[in-house]
Every structure is written in C-alpha cells, then in structure tokens.
C-alpha cells in the first residue's frame, strides 16, 4: 500500500483553526519588504542596508576573552543562572540607571529578550478572556504574544482607552522602538500608579536604555521604570527586560535579563524550569563581562552617534523631517508620504529601510532608518541621499 491515500485523506480533513498556531498571528513584517530589498541589492554599488538594526561591529574583546575563558561547560545550567551573572546585572542597574532594592530573587537571565516578550504572557498564565496592552507604535512581537497566549490586545498611548477595561498585563517601550521616543518621568509615574491601581502587570521594555542621544541636561533621559523616583521605592508589579544586544554587540550571543518585583519574577521562573529554558553557561560569563565593563560601550556609543549625525544631516538635506528620535539605534523620518512610496524611491537609490506601518497604523507616513551599518554603507548612502 502506498502513502497517497492517506495524504489525501489527510488533506481532504477540515482544518482546525485554534489548532494552527501560525493562523492566530499577524504576518511576518518582514516578507513584505522583500521585492524592495531585491531593488535596492541591485544597485550598482551594492546595498545599504538600514532596515535592521542588527550590531555590525565587533563583540568587545573583554566579552570574547570571557566566553572562551568558560568553553568547558559539561554541566546542565539552571534556569535561574549564575549568581554572579544575576549579581553583574544589579550592579549595573545600580551603577548605570539609580537603581535600588533589586535581590537577587528579582533578576532572571533569558535567552535574547525577544523570546521573553514572546512568551512573557503565557508564562505568566494570561490567556483567552484577558486584555493586553502595548504602544500605538510598537514592536511587532508585543502583538505576537499576546495573540499565542490567545488574549486580547490593544495598541494605544492613552490608559483612557481601555474605558471600563482592565489590561492583565500593559507593555511600554522607552526609549522606543521605531520612533526613539523617550518617556518623561511623570508620565512613567503615571502609568506606575495607574497600573497598581488597577492589578495590571506593568511590564517595561528598556532594550535601548544606554542608546540616548540628546546632550540637552533639560531634555528627557531614558530612566529605567525599577528607577526608585518612578516607582516610589517600590518593584511590586512590575518588570524591566534588558537587552545586551545593542549595548555590547552582543546580537549572536543571546544575552538579556528580566528584572523586577520577586514575586513576578518568580512566576515566571517556575513555568521556564519546566520548559528547560536556560541560558548556556558560557554566555552568562560573558554576560557578566559586558556588564561589568563600561568602557567598550562609551566607544560603541561613539560609533553610532558619529554615523547617526551623518544620516541625519542627510535625510534633512534631502528633504526628511525626523521626529523624535531622541535615543535607540534609528531616526524615524518623514517626508509627509506614504511610507511605500519612501521605501521605493530609498530602494532606487539603493538604500533599504523600514516602511513605518511594521509598527502600526499611526506609522503609515514614516520610515524607521537604522544607523547600525558599517562606516562604509553609512558613508555611501550619505553620498546617494545628498547627491
């Protein structure tokens, strides 16, 4: 007997929606950008490739030295990880960001800080039936873990809109993902307060924390939301999740932290054992380096600042507004069209970025331009952009 008969049984059976995970979540972004890529590596001298804000300079060599230092690494980690690891994380809250009140029961090293906003919703037992909430800009995986968990979602800046609704669980991002918009201290305040009153876990994403660009002493600075002058000296019912991605290349290594009220933390610590999700020992040491040493990210903070002023000046001389912008890896730039059109006529010119509607509605006229491409590709879209 062969195999076919019982394909096409197979593929004659009714599909099973809510059995079909891919059919709960929204459309890979990305997929879309493709033919506008194909354009834009078509130029004759070659991409500049601004759509990602993926790390292209090397990992500090103090980070390096430290993972080979911990190769031989036999031994199953604990999920909970090292205490050095968690300890490196602390003090670098503290010395950093006025962080205060953090134990050790409070910090959990994660695998890349994308999974964790992934799943951060199933583990913390919200489902169908509960609300969450995240920026009107924003992140596509906020969206994508919200629909795994099978929760409602509402994308919105304004705790007005929720009416009579309460969020289980309520994202925000600052500095922010794409726009580089910096919330003020009062309105970090607010939300605290406005989360406590009503149980909803506040969770903060903090990804882009030391990639802040403003040297105004008068203009808002990033302040992590475990910051006691936001919280009240206070982590009850809320999270910080910390990325080392951007701050030390550290993209490959999968590095990232949750940090917060002991009590959350440890919700989240149960559900991870179960499903073995440990950080591998060597990245923890490595973990610890970057996060002990602050010299290599004063020099990478130097790189992009350089690149970032030289696509700004050039995106203004051709003709683009930037708005926001204040911190993170990308200008968020405007011509005043839609963003179709911007990615286009970018592509011609051999330069891709990212169509702002990736990251909602109130995108649609905006592009997300990374700077964290090589000196060379910055120089040559530089060039192409005011030519």
């Known amino acids: 007997m062969t195999d076919l008969p019982l394909v096409e049984e197979v593929a004659q059976r009714p599909s099973r929606d809510h059995r079909n995970v891919s059919r709960r979540l929204p459309d890979f972004p990305w997929d879309k950008l493709t033919h506008h890529a194909t354009t834009a590596r078509a130029h004759a001298d070659g991409v500049c490739d601004l759509s990602i804000g993926t ?18 690494s036999p031994g199953y980690p604990t999920t909970i990880g090292l205490e050095a690891t ?29 999974e964790l906003i992934g799943s951060m919703a199933v583990h913390l037992g919200i489902g169908p039936g509960d609300l969450i909430g995240y920026p009107a800009l924003a992140y596509p995986t906020y969206e994508v ?71 105004d002493p008068a203009a808002d600075q990033p302040l992590s939301i475990l910051h006691p002058d936001v919280n009240g000296g206070s982590l009850d019912g809320i999270l910080a999740v910390h990325s080392l991605s951007k701050r030390s290349n550290l993209a490959g ?18 559900v991870r054992k179960n499903l073995g999700l440990q950080m591998p020992g060597p990245q923890q040491r490595a973990m610890v380096a970057a996060l002990d040493d602050d010299a290599h990210v004063a020099e990478q903070h130097a790189r992009y600042a350089s690149r970032r002023a030289a696509l700004r000046g050039a995106l203004e001389s051709a003709g683009f507004r930037i708005d926001h912008s204040e911190a993170s890896l990308y200008l968020w730039a405007t011509r005043g069209e839609d963003c179709w059109t911007t990615v286009a006529d970018l592509a011609e010119q051999g330069i891709l970025v990212a169509p702002g509607e990736f990251y909602g509605p109130s995108g649609r006229e905006h592009v997300r331009v990374a700077f964290t491409a090589t000196d060379e590709r910055v120089a040559a879209a530089v060039q192409r952009l005011t030519a």
């Open 253 to 270: 290594y999968r590095c990232a932290f949750v940090a917060g009220d002991p009590a959350l933390v440890g919700e989240l610590l149960a």
């Open 145 to 215: 873990g919200a629909a795994l968990a099978g929760a409602d979602s509402l994308a919105t800046d304004s705790l007005t809109a929720f009416g009579p609704r309460t969020p289980r669980l309520l994202w925000i991002n600052s500095p922010a993902n794409p726009s580089g918009r910096v919330l003020p201290i009062d309105h970090l305040r607010k939300v605290v307060d406005w989360s406590r009153e009503r149980g909803t876990i506040l969770v903060s994403d903090e990804c882009y924390i030391e990639c802040a660009w403003s040297e």
């Open 55 to 72: 790390p292209v300079d090397p990992t500090p060599l103090v980070v390096q030295d430290a993972l080979r230092a911990a190769a031989d």
């Open 86 to 114: 968690r300890q490196a994380a602390i003090d670098w809250l503290a010395r950093r960001h006025g962080v205060t009140g953090l134990g050790l029961d409070g910090v959990l090293p994660v695998i890349g800080s994308k």
